[in-house]
């Protein structure tokens, strides 16, 4: 489900706060910098007042953000609604025991990394990202959340780029996304 097909009227404004940056990192690339988003008070809370409004009261006890930018949507909706934020993190970046997850990128491979305990088995949980494209990443946290007992509710992203058909990947769990760029 996407907000931006229900008009809400907040969405119009988040997304004229974000920046699309031609050719970053490399060419053919057209970047969706949301740190344009951040500068903006209204536009930051409004996009974090859309997801609390949707999940609150959903019994969700774990909000996990992906390294990194879900580190900045995800701490804020995790106080909201009352649930934990569990990081999860590229490779070597936690200190203790870990598990991780491995995925395929267009260009090689990458892992995500959680603490040994962080979530408990029969936890629901919300996957938080700034945006959905190919779909590896939000796949490689659930799969994670997963081994480890833990029962996805949703997927959140405050951008899709539906072009890429990341939301096919996904397995049929749901996906709620702000804005859409295509």
Do not use: W
């Not at 395929?104 to 979530?119: F, I, N, Q, S």
């Amino acid at each position: 489900m996407s907000a931006y097909r229900v008009q809400d009227p907040r969405i119009h404004g988040i997304k004229t706060k974000i920046r699309v940056v031609p050719n970053f990192p490399k060419p053919g690339i057209m970047f969706q910098d949301i740190t344009t988003l951040l500068l903006d008070p209204k536009a930051f809370k409004d996009t974090i007042d859309l997801f609390v409004e949707r999940y609150k009261g959903k019994n969700i006890s774990v909000v996990a953000g992906i390294e990194a930018r879900g580190f900045i949507f995800g701490p804020p909706i995790a106080l909201a609604i009352g649930a934990k934020f569990v990081p999860l993190r590229k490779p070597k970046k936690l200190p203790g025991e870990v598990i991780f997850e491995e995925y395929t990128l267009e260009y090689g491979k990458d892992r995500l990394e959680m603490h040994v305990g962080a979530v408990e088995p029969g936890e629901r949980a919300l996957v938080v990202d700034d945006l959905i494209a190919t779909g590896g990443t939000l796949c490689a946290a659930m799969n994670l959340l997963e081994r480890v007992g833990a029962e996805v509710v949703e997927c959140a992203c405050v951008i899709e780029l539906p072009d890429l058909q990341g939301r096919k990947r996904l397995s049929g769990k749901p996906l709620y996304v702000l804005v859409e760029y295509h």
